[in-house]
C-alpha cells in the first residue's frame, strides 16, 4: 500500500512525441499505482503542436520552452521535480538534463535517443527530415497522419484501447501542418545534436523505459545504460515504441518502483 503523503510533493513534468498532445499521458496517469501517489502532473504542449501551430520550433526555442514551463508554476522547496517525456519529448528532455540536470530531481524517458553519432548519417537523415517536412505542407494534416500511422514505428500503438486511440487519432487531425513541419524542420533528428558524450553529466535518478517489441530503441537505450551507471533500464513485454500509450499498466508499475526506489 503506498503512503500517498510521502509524495504529493513530486510534480511530474510530461513531453509528450512528435504528431502527439498532453493527452496522451492520460492512460498512464489513470493507472491505480500511479493516481494512488496523488503526485502533481504538469502537462504541456511541445512547441508547433498546438492547433495554430505556434512556438518557435528550433532547438534553442524548445530549450527556452521547457524553462519557462517548468519557472511558471510556484512550487515548494522541498518538492521534486521529475520530467517524464517519450521520443522526441524525450530528446528534449535529455538535452535539458545535460544543461540543467541541477533543477531537476529525476527523469523517466520513454523510447530515447541522444542523437545521430555519424556525421554522414546524420546529413542524410537532415535532408529525409526536410523532404518529410514539405511533405507535411503539401499534402496536408489528414494524408500525412494516414501516411505515418503506417511507420512501423509506429504501428504498434493501435493495440492501444480502442476508444483511446480512436481520440489520439482525432487530436492528430487538428494539428497544424505548418507547426508540426516546421517542428521536425527545427527539432527533428538530423539537425538534434549528438549527446552520447554528454550523459555521463547526468547525476540525477533516470529511468529509461522501452517496449520490447522496438529492438531499436530497445538496443539504444541499453547502451545509453552502459554509459552512466545511474541509469536504469526497464524493457516492456509485447509493447513497441509508446509503452505509455500500450501498455499503460505495465509501464505504470516499473515507474511506481523507480519512485518508491528513489524519492
Known amino acids: 500500500m503506498i503512503d500517498a503523503s510521502k509524495y504529493q510533493n513530486i510534480h511530474f513534468w510530461g513531453l509528450h512525441g512528435f504528431t502527439g498532445h498532453k493527452e496522451d499521458f492520460t492512460l498512464l496517469r489513470e493507472q491505480a499505482c500511479i493516481s494512488s501517489m496523488h503526485s502533481h502532473w504538469h502537462l504541456g504542449i511541445l512547441p508547433g503542436h498546438d492547433e495554430d501551430g505556434s512556438g518557435d520550433c528550433s532547438i534553442e526555442g524548445h530549450k527556452d520552452w521547457l524553462k519557462k514551463s517548468l519557472n511558471q508554476k510556484p512550487i515548494e522547496a522541498e518538492s521534486k521535480t521529475i520530467l517524464i517525456a517519450y521520443s522526441m519529448g524525450a530528446r528534449l528532455a535529455l538535452l535539458y538534463a545535460t544543461q540543467h540536470s541541477n533543477s531537476l530531481n529525476g527523469l523517466i ?3 530515447a535517443n541522444p542523437g545521430i553519432e555519424d556525421r554522414e548519417e546524420k546529413r542524410l537523415r537532415a535532408i529525409e527530415d526536410a ?3 514539405e511533405t507535411i505542407k503539401t499534402i496536408g494534416i489528414k494524408k500525412f497522419i494516414e501516411f505515418w500511422n503506417k511507420q512501423p514505428l509506429i504501428q504498434t500503438q493501435k493495440s492501444a484501447p480502442h476508444d483511446f486511440y480512436q481520440s489520439m ?8 501542418p ?3 513541419s516546421e517542428s521536425l524542420r527545427g527539432f527533428g533528428q538530423g539537425v538534434f545534436p549528438s549527446l ?12 529509461l523505459i522501452t517496449g520490447q517489441k522496438d529492438e531499436k530503441y ?3 537505450n541499453k547502451r545509453m545504460k552502459a554509459e552512466n551507471n545511474n541509469f536504469k533500464h526497464a524493457i516492456i513485454t509485447d509493447a513497441g515504441h509508446a509503452p505509455h500509450i500500450e501498455s499503460a499498466s505495465f509501464t505504470a508499475l516499473e515507474i511506481k518502483k523507480f519512485i518508491e526506489n528513489n524519492f
Open 109 to 111: 524517458l520513454i523510447s
Open 169 to 176: 487519432q482525432i487530436r492528430k487531425c487538428h494539428l497544424n
Open 218 to 220: 530497445t538496443l539504444l
Open 131 to 133: 523532404s518529410l517536412s
Open 178 to 180: 505548418i507547426g508540426l
Open 196 to 207: 552520447w558524450d554528454s550523459l555521463d553529466k547526468i547525476d540525477i535518478p533516470t529511468l
